[in-house]
């Protein structure tokens, strides 16, 4: 669903649901207007059309033991497009790397890896990154103090 055809009621379906995505249908429709039916109806035209992605529970990850975050900035040899997909399939598959961008300007991917300490974080680069075919060069950049999170778009 294209951004110019969410109306009100849409957007504040989004926003509700991004605040509290356990609400249920009943104070869902309440915060925004409209009966439950109709709500529910404009709830899975959102899905289908991939406005929504999925509901997560969002963890605390000092409460699970992962508080290091580690911003790694990496260049690449080249930017030839089968080395960029093979660099994006193997990232996939690694569940220390929450975030992974590919880049404009000096460095060509930016990734947010968790860990749960220093020694966690050495690992994972000496057994995976740095075993990544066609990697130039690696800059890690470890977190002091989260200022803002939020996963909460500014709908309006």
Do not use: H
Not at 16 to 25: C, N, T, Y
Not at 66 to 87: D, G
Not at 104 to 119: H, I, M, N, S
């Amino acid at each position: 669903m294209p951004t110019q055809k969410l109306d009100a009621i849409d957007r504040k379906i989004l926003q509700s649901l991004q605040a509290d995505g356990r609400m249920s249908l009943a104070e869902l429709s309440e915060k925004v207007g409209l009966s439950p039916s109709p709500c529910l109806r404009r709830v899975r035209l959102l899905e289908k059309a991939g406005v929504i992605k999925r509901y997560v529970a969002v963890v605390d990850q000092q409460s699970v033991g992962l508080p290091v975050s580690v911003f790694v900035s990496l260049k690449l040899e080249s930017q030839r497009q089968q080395m960029l997909a093979n660099f994006g399939k193997l990232v996939a598959r690694w569940p220390e790397v929450l975030e992974c961008y590919l880049m404009t300007g000096p460095r060509d991917y930016l990734l947010r890896v968790v860990v749960e300490d220093l020694a966690a974080y050495e690992r994972f680069l000496k057994q995976k990154l740095t075993r990544v075919e066609g990697i130039a060069s690696i800059e890690s950049s470890f977190a002091l103090e989260q200022v803002k999170y939020t996963n909460v778009l500014p709908i309006e």
